[in-house]
């Protein structure tokens, strides 16, 4: 029985461990595999602060979380220029060069050996020296820091870590600033190892090196993949099933060594057998609505317009560029751009290949940095801004290999993109609930408006990898109006359709401009220029070579000359 | 412009080299694209023995698509693809290699790291007789003697030219029935266009290959275009001659 | 100085054994985009075959030799086949195959520790030694630095003469454009699993004779592996030795300042700061 217990109180501690993992790699999509290192950085923590400075429970807890959280947040530094198998390796090697760090800290330490000697908790009069005393403890621990994922994944915080997880230039382009969400992410998974590893060594008072190998991070993995990447519940599930599972062993008769390995062997098998047959895992991830939306489904009143927008004094050019030049090591691509871009106008982009119409709209967008000219919104110069910086100031852009957030639903989509929220920040998600709360309603709403405009409100809880090509378009339309930005600029937002799918999705495009909204496309199907765009800009070896109406500018001679090279 | 003219070898090139009115590669109410994304609405095209076809459209009309999908890159969703009157549609691209049909992808199809020589020999890596090989190689070092000269230079370092000789080079080295070319012309300087473009020129006339190929420099592929085929939202919006096209506000309404 | 030259040595020769090691990763890598992190175990166990030739079979040690080599190929193609093929021809995302590599590697890790037990297992070998000047080097080192010469060469003509070997360089530098020519990739990629285990085992073997085989020794060897490519340059033969040979020379010759037991270390932080500022490797490969 006190074996059963002992095995809850492990149980515990993984849960801990695999729900702030799942975090990470499941839901920031960051493979980051130093996890045993952030466990054994609060377990060691709590060992040196006990032994050798006497410090009474909780410090040791406390600052060995404050501690790993700020290494969490050093390595996040490598995590914001490489990604996938890179930062595989290089978390690995933070894995050993930690370890190494640990086999060689000497008397601080303890080297090989380890620290023993971790004295036992003490808390209203009962010392925790037993599984059955600190049960308790354990379990508690584990529901506050299962909680705390639980609150993060699903806030609006964890919403934004899904979609940097499934594009992250996409999440830049709707606002999301993407290097503070790295930062948090990495410090509080990290933090809440360090939780685990402190009761860990209070709860056999030893610490060694032995524990915090690469095989218990693969171990930790083993129970998020078998769990299901990004659903919290598949980690409780996962950790549960694996801390068990081993125990069947004991049933088998052979030496603990073996026994060791025989359990690694299972995991790993475990492991590959999950990938081939089922690689979301036992739960897949977790897709349901938000909770706003089980209130409320009256919203037959979602109208198909977008509110009023607010009338500009004066001068109606929303963007004014002049001047712009790019160029990349020596070839020039834009050497003298103009363009005015209006309220209520749509402007088109055309020329030739190669004429540099991408380039000069990723300089409008933030994705370049110009080599000179200005642009100007609203009489306020913008070039130096990053593209998150730019939507929030009412610029934004879509892609156009569409780049949307193929595993939320078409909701979430929408949602992540709305400006403004407060439950961006990790701070307001735990300090400010009640807030956020309202927020999201508003914002349910107004999402649903949103995609009532683009006919695509009957699909909202659908997972926008379901969609057709053509839904997938006006989705990016979708998104890309719920940043809230006044100027629209679009990349090849219809290329592909078929010419019935085009007469339908032209209405949207106009009613944009009836709204208000500043929008220009790049488009090459010309049919498209001459029915959507008001004005049109000719460019040609990186410089605006005409503007004017679609008609005049395709009936020109000269242009049409350029046009073919 | 609107119509399509049904194509047929136009009488006054019968006679000297240049279409015979064999279709030589056709696809038939073809449907293909990328996943959900259906990019080809149902063409119908044919390439004759000995031609010359050049494939125009605006981006993302389709050309690329199509001709990857008549190689075997892709499998159609609908429709056929026929290699001298037979079906070989959805056939693996090497069968089609086999068969006698080369591809020249968009970007400089070759081997950046491996030499001129290499390359070309790769490019005969399905044909078994060596001695065969060794022929077809002096012939296309006539043909390129750039190439010849620069035979053990790594790809890599040649200029954007160069490696587009290379890479149809490397398509002849296997005596190809038909090349397909997918913007042959793309990243490169005026002056070199029009070299590569007298090179396939130069290729149809004198091994009498046929040739389809995508352009977007309309400038220097229209001359040497026996017919055109324009491709815009995945549909054929004219087939025939290059002359009226010479007028580009007239092709401007194709695009 | 005496000392410095003899870090030097040992650089050298550690830095071959690295180099070979690299090598191995290297081609399967480079060609498939396969991490192969089971590369490690494939490494013990060609370790422990050639032991267990010797020690239960009672072969010759080079029968032996030739025996693990040709079972590390055999693994080798095994895992390609069985593990990562049903993931490549479904298009599996490149973590998933990670993931499935890593659980490979815990798997015959630990198998082998169930196998043959942990003790270390050792050939009788009673190497040469040999003096030169101040420094001290075993007939074994040689070994190791002769083998990175003589498989490099072979590899090298293999690559360069054979038209499978051309396939490979065609794959590796171009794999659509492989398919276009009508390579079967599928093949080229069994080729190089066989290859690239094979050349771990000889390093593995040399390990064996020189200091013992230990069933995680393969941990060590595909970290090194994967650091010499990554600093190397992917698809870069020459960067991966370039990269193994200096991690080698670093992590000896650092020791003339640092401490001893800081040696791997030294390895991982250059690793660390090569991926930080230059992540496309020293030698920027196809």
């Known amino acids: 029985m006190e074996y059963l217990i002992h095995v809850l109180v492990m149980a515990c501690l993984y849960v801990i461990l695999t729900t702030s993992f799942n975090l990470l790699i499941g839901f920031a999509g960051l493979f980051a595999l130093s996890h045993a290192a952030f466990y054994a950085f609060g377990a060691y923590a709590t060992a040196i602060l006990t032994t050798q400075y006497g410090l009474p429970f909780p410090l040791p807890l406390l600052i060995g979380v404050a501690m790993t959280a700020g290494v969490g947040a050093l390595v996040a530094i490598p995590a914001m220029r490489i990604g996938g198998h890179y930062l595989v390796i290089v978390t690995l090697a933070l894995q050993v060069i930690v370890l190494a760090v640990l086999l060689n800290g000497g008397h601080f330490t303890g080297g090989p050996d380890g620290i023993a000697g971790i004295p036992k908790i003490e808390l209203f009069g009962v010392a925790l020296n037993s599984p059955q005393t600190f049960l308790p403890l354990a379990a508690v621990a584990a529901v506050v820091c299962a909680a705390i994922t639980f609150r993060i994944a699903r806030s609006p915080f964890g919403r934004a870590l899904k979609a940097m997880r499934e594009n992250e230039a ?12 790295k930062v948090a992410v990495f410090a509080i998974a990290a933090g809440l190892a360090a939780v685990a590893g402190s009761l860990l060594a209070r709860y056999i008072s030893f610490v060694g090196t032995e524990s915090f190998t690469i095989e218990e991070t693969i171990y930790i993995l083993a129970m998020v993949i078998l769990g299901g990447t990004g659903n919290l519940w598949g980690s409780i599930i996962g950790a549960i099933v694996l801390v068990f599972l081993p125990e069947a062993l004991k049933f088998v008769d052979m030496s603990p060594d073996v026994a060791d390995k025989m359990r690694q062997v299972i995991y790993g098998l475990i492991l590959i057998g999950i990938l081939l047959v089922r690689p979301q895992g036992i739960l897949g991830e977790h897709r349901t609505a938000p909770r706003v939306a089980r ?13 009023p927008v607010a009338a500009a004094p004066g001068d109606d050019v929303t963007i004014r560029a002049r001047g712009l030049a790019k160029n990349f090591g020596g070839i020039v691509a834009v050497r003298n751009f103009d363009i005015d871009l209006k309220r209520g106008v749509i402007t088109g982009l055309i020329g030739p290949n190669g004429a540099g119409k991408t380039t000069a709209f990723n300089m409008l967008t933030g994705f370049l940095q110009p080599n000179a000219g200005t642009i100007e919104l609203r009489g306020r110069p913008v070039s130096g801004l990053k593209p998150h910086q730019l939507v929030q100031a009412g610029v934004a852009r879509s892609f156009q290999d569409l780049k949307l957030f193929t595993k939320m639903t078409v909701l979430e989509n929408v949602l992540v993109a ?75 937002p219809l290329s592909g359709l078929d010419p019935t799918t ?44 005409a503007t004017g109406t679609p008609d005049e500018l395709t009936r020109n001679p000269e242009l049409a000359q350029r046009y073919f090279g | 412009m609107t119509a399509a003219h049904q194509s047929s070898a136009d009488p006054a090139r019968a006679a000297a080299p240049g279409p015979t009115g064999t279709a030589v590669l056709a696809v038939e109410g073809l449907h293909t694209g990328y996943g959900k994304k259906a990019v080809v609405h149902g063409v119908d095209l044919a390439l004759q023995d000995r031609e010359i076809l050049l494939m125009l459209g605006h981006n993302g009309a389709g050309k690329t698509t199509l001709v990857a999908t008549a190689f075997g ?65 002096d012939t296309v070092f006539q043909l390129f003697p750039i190439l010849k000269e620069r035979a053990a230079q790594i790809g890599g370092t040649m200029s954007g030219g160069q490696q587009q000789m290379l890479a149809i080079g490397m398509a002849l080295m296997h005596e190809p029935k038909v090349i397909v070319l997918d913007e042959p012309s793309i990243g490169l300087a005026p002056n070199l266009v029009g070299r590569v473009m007298e090179s396939i020129a130069t290729v149809n006339r004198e091994f009498g290959t046929a040739i389809l190929m995508v352009e977007q420099n309309v400038k220097y592929s229209l001359p040497v275009a026996h017919r055109v085929v324009v491709l815009k939202t995945g549909q054929k919006v004219y087939d025939g001659p290059p002359a009226p096209l010479e007028d580009r506000v007239e092709l401007m309404k194709l695009f | 100085m005496d000392l410095f030259l003899q870090l030097l040595v040992n650089g050298v020769v550690n830095g071959s054994h690295y180099a070979l090691l690299g090598l191995g990763f290297g081609l399967i890598f480079g060609t498939t985009g396969i991490v192969h992190f089971a590369y490690g175990p494939v490494y013990t166990l060609a370790a422990y075959a050639t032991w267990a030739l010797v020690a239960l079979l009672g072969l010759p040690l080079i029968a032996a030799a030739g025996g693990g080599i040709l079972i590390a190929a055999g693994i080798g193609v095994a895992s390609y086949l069985l593990l990562y093929k049903p993931f490549v021809d479904r298009q599996a995302p490149t973590f998933v195959v990670l993931i499935a590599s890593l659980g490979l590697f815990i798997v015959l890790e630990n198998t082998v ?48 003469l054979t038209s499978y070997g051309k396939a490979v360089r065609a794959m590796t530098d171009n794999a659509d454009m492989a398919r276009v020519i009508g390579i079967d990739t599928g093949k080229v990629s069994m080729l190089v699993f066989a290859l690239g285990s094979a050349i771990a085992a000889i390093p593995a073997i040399l390990i064996l004779m020189k200091d ?40 000896n010759v650092g020791m003339w300042q640092i401490p001893t037991e800081w040696q791997s270390t030294i390895a991982f932080f250059v690793l660390f700061l090569v991926l930080l500022f230059r992540p496309q490797g020293l030698f920027k490969g196809t």
């Open chain 1, 170 to 181: 996409a999440a830049a382009a709707i606002g999301k600033n993407v290097v503070y969400m």
């Open chain 1, 295 to 307: 209130r409320e489904r009256t919203d037959a009143h979602a109208t198909e317009e977008l509110g």
């Open chain 3, 212 to 251: 013992g085989g230990v069933p995680n020794m393969g941990f060590i060897a595909v970290f090194v592996a994967f650091l010499a490519v990554v600093v190397g340059g992917v698809g870069s033969l020459i960067g991966a030795v370039i990269g193994g040979f200096l991690l080698g020379l670093v992590e």
């Open chain 3, 113 to 160: 520790g169930i196998a043959f037990g942990t003790d270390k297992k050792v050939v009788d070998v009673s190497p040469d030694i040999f003096l030169l000047g101040p420094v001290v080097f075993t007939e074994l080192q040689l070994w190791q630095i002769a083998a990175l010469i003589v498989v490099g060469s072979g590899l090298a003509a293999f690559l360069r």
């Open chain 2, 73 to 137: 890159m892709i499998k159609p969703s609908a429709g056929r693809v026929l290699f001298q009157g037979r079906d070989i549609t959805g056939r693996k691209p090497a069968e089609n290699v086999a068969a006698g049909i080369a591809y020249v992808p968009q970007g400089h199809g070759i081997f950046r790291s491996l030499s001129v020589r290499e390359n070309l020999e790769l490019g005969a890596f399905a044909v078994t007789d060596k001695a065969r090989v060794r022929k077809t190689l």
């Open chain 1, 418 to 492: 709305l400006p403004h929220q407060s439950g961006d920040s990790i701070a307001a998600v735990f300090l400010g609930p009640a807030r956020i709360k309202r927020q999201e309603e508003e914002n349910y709403h107004r999402a649903m408006e949103i995609l009532a405009f683009v006919r695509l409100r009957d699909k909202a809880h659908e997972s926008a990898e379901d969609l057709s090509y053509a839904e997938e378009k006006l989705l990016v339309v979708a998104r890309l109006l719920a940043t809230g930005a006044e100027v629209l600029l679009f990349d090849e």
């Open chain 1, 502 to 545: 085009l007469q339908e999705i032209f209405p949207i495009f106009r009613r944009l401009a009836e709204n208000g909204k500043t929008v220009c496309i790049i488009e090459h199907n010309l049919d498209v220029i001459k029915t959507l765009c008001d004005v049109a800009v000719f460019l040609d070896e990186g410089r605006t070579i």
